[in-house]
């Protein structure tokens, strides 16, 4: 894929940003006072993960710890608990290990470089494009999937990007970025944000809104009259699948402060009443004891459920010690 429409390029820039400033979504993170470690949550939380779920957790979250070294300060597991309902827990492991090595190898200050940051646990290639430009106005290429669909349907002529990201869709991204000037880099910066809020508002993947898409008139798929996808995308089972179990037996944990014993988070058969300490923090029959129920409830084999919580153990989200399973210390 490559530039073959006369597209205006510096109309383009204009029309979009124009639009994102009179349009886009006022977002905590995107605010000139958010700290670039606050931005760096919101990047690890939004991965997969809709604003409208991440934002008050990324409230809680920022109040709770405002900086690297008051996560670095505390157990794994309190992130993981704190993490909640997001999904990709693993995400919160990863960035309480991202906020350690902050603390003892920057200072206590997120990195700016590219480099740098893509050296930190958990921050792949976008991560680290995303942070650089959205914390430091560093213009990196930022490319997410509102951007690749934006891309393929305004250039491409295509309702969707590829399944897999591809070396020409990179080579576009980079073609549509502003040119270095005296602006540049704000530019940049601001196009990366309009285009993926364009594609999360505007050009979305099963019902666009071209009527209000401030570049319907250069848009290759519109003149093509909206042409169907060149393929059938997969979605992502859940009911019965092992991330479904996870999850019911991480809302456990969560919801606990003391040991589960295994056998309650494994063993469809047991009956026994949940122990009053799994939900000593709050009242055990509306938290801890309910996500018991739920776990207990789901269509899965003790096979099924041994094979999770070993998972979980040995992805270090969960602990287990002779007294039961906790969340990691």
Not at 21 to 26: Q, S, V
Not at 77 to 89: C, F, Q
Not at 208 to 231: F, L, N
Not at 292 to 299: D, E, G, I, Y
Request: glycine letters at 8%.
């Amino acid at each position: 894929m490559s530039l073959t429409l006369p597209l205006d390029l510096e109309a383009l820039h204009h029309d979009v940003t124009g639009w994102f400033a009179a349009e886009g979504r006022d977002l905590p993170w995107r605010r000139p006072e958010c700290s670039p470690w606050g931005v760096m949550v919101s990047e690890f939380m939004l991965q997969q993960t809709p604003v409208v779920r991440v934002l008050p957790v990324w409230e809680q979250w920022m109040e709770r710890w405002p900086e690297p070294a008051a996560l670095a300060s505390e157990p794994s597991g309190e992130a993981v608990r704190a993490w909640g309902r997001l999904g990709y827990p693993r995400r919160a492991l990863r960035l309480a290990e991202a906020a350690r090595r902050i603390t003892e190898e920057h200072g206590g200050r997120v990195p700016s470089t590219y480099a740098d940051l893509l050296a930190l646990p958990g921050v792949g290639s976008y991560t680290a494009a995303a942070i650089s430009c959205f914390a430091f106005g560093i213009p990196e290429t930022v490319v997410d999937t509102n951007i690749r669909r934006v891309h393929a349907r305004l250039v491409g002529g295509r309702a969707l990007p590829e399944p897999s990201y591809t070396a020409a869709e990179a080579r576009l991204a980079a073609e549509l970025m502003p040119s270095a000037g005296h602006d540049g880099a704000e530019l940049g910066c601001a196009w990366n944000a309009a285009v993926m809020e364009l594609g999360a508002l505007v050009c979305t993947a099963r019902s666009p809104r071209c009527g209000e898409c401030p570049v319907a008139g250069a848009c290759a798929w519109v003149a093509a009259g909206r042409p169907e996808p060149h393929y059938t995308p997969k979605g992502q089972a859940w009911a019965g699948t092992d991330r479904q179990l996870r999850g019911a037996m991480m809302a456990v944990l969560r919801a606990s402060d003391a040991p589960v014993e295994a056998a309650l988070l494994v063993e469809v058969a047991s009956v026994d009443p949940v122990p009053a300490h799994v939900g000593a923090q709050s009242d055990p029959a509306t938290e801890a004891e309910a996500a018991l129920r739920r776990l207990r409830a789901l269509p899965a084999a003790d096979a099924q459920r041994r094979r999770c919580l070993q998972g979980l153990i040995s992805d270090g989200l969960a602990s287990e010690t002779s007294h039961g399973v906790t969340l990691p210390h």
